[in-house]
């Protein structure tokens, strides 16, 4: 596509359900990103996929935070029992190899009420 | 890992006046990034700048790779330029290639 595209751009769960979010990342980026951010503060690493694998998964605060993807392409951010502090804005970011220039998504805001 | 520190925190500005932000690594860095936040939230890609100087329009900036900082430069601002600019870069000396790390952004709010 055109930009990195995510979804839902809104969410809003009950504490203690499941989410699911969805980056379709930039076509023939090979590099994806998943970072989270919090009011007033600057976006915050999570995991990075080169290809379908994992290269760094550090960033996950706990074992709650699971990302996929299977195909190389579309990335799923999965959170188990969502905690109020769950809530922020989750950004999706892709770039054509890793450590190239990352294009981010318009983000989707969680709320965990 | 790498600390970023941004400065000013904040910035206000009557449009038509000139800026520069300063973004300093702790450690060296690759894959230097320069961001612009809009209010609704959208990271726009202002410049990808590991090192040397780049200019586009109004907006310029210089990395100094060898002393790990970067300079962003606003001139003739406009009430449009208002938002969050954040800086990231990874860590050169680091494992993993692809993990931006971010600064905690200046605001800047440009008054008409």
């Known amino acids: 596509g055109a930009g990195v595209s995510q979804t839902p751009s809104n969410k809003v769960t009950e504490k203690g359900k499941y989410v699911e979010l969805r980056c379709d990342p930039i076509?023939?980026?090979?590099?994806l990103y998943w970072y989270r951010q919090s009011l007033g503060q600057g976006p915050e690493f999570l995991i990075y996929?080169?290809?379908?694998?994992?290269?760094?998964d550090s960033g996950l605060p706990n074992d709650r935070f699971f990302a996929v993807r299977p195909e190389g392409s579309v990335s799923t951010l999965k959170i188990q029992r969502t905690e109020r502090g769950d809530s922020a804005v989750y950004l999706c970011?892709?770039?054509?190899?890793?450590?190239?220039?990352?294009?981010f998504g318009q983000g989707t805001r969680l709320t965990v009420v | 890992g790498i600390q970023v520190e941004q400065s000013p925190p904040d910035l206000i500005l009557q449009e038509g006046a000139n800026s520069t932000l300063r973004c300093n690594f702790s450690?060296?860095?690759?894959?230097l990034q320069w961001f612009h936040q809009n209010p609704w939230g959208q990271l726009i890609n202002l410049f990808y700048i590991p090192s040397g100087t780049k200019q586009n329009g109004r907006l310029s900036a210089t990395t100094v790779a060898t002393e790990r900082y970067s300079l962003l430069y606003i001139s003739s601002s406009q009430t449009t330029d208002s938002g969050v600019y954040f800086c990231a870069g990874t860590h050169a000396g680091g494992t993993s290639y692809g993990k931006l790390t971010f600064g905690q952004g200046t605001i800047l709010t440009v008054h008409p």
């Open positions: 450690d060296s860095v690759n894959n």
């Open positions: 076509s023939g980026h090979t590099a």
């Open positions: 970011a892709s770039s054509f190899r890793q450590g190239a220039e990352a294009f």
């Open positions: 996929f080169q290809g379908t694998g994992a290269a760094d």
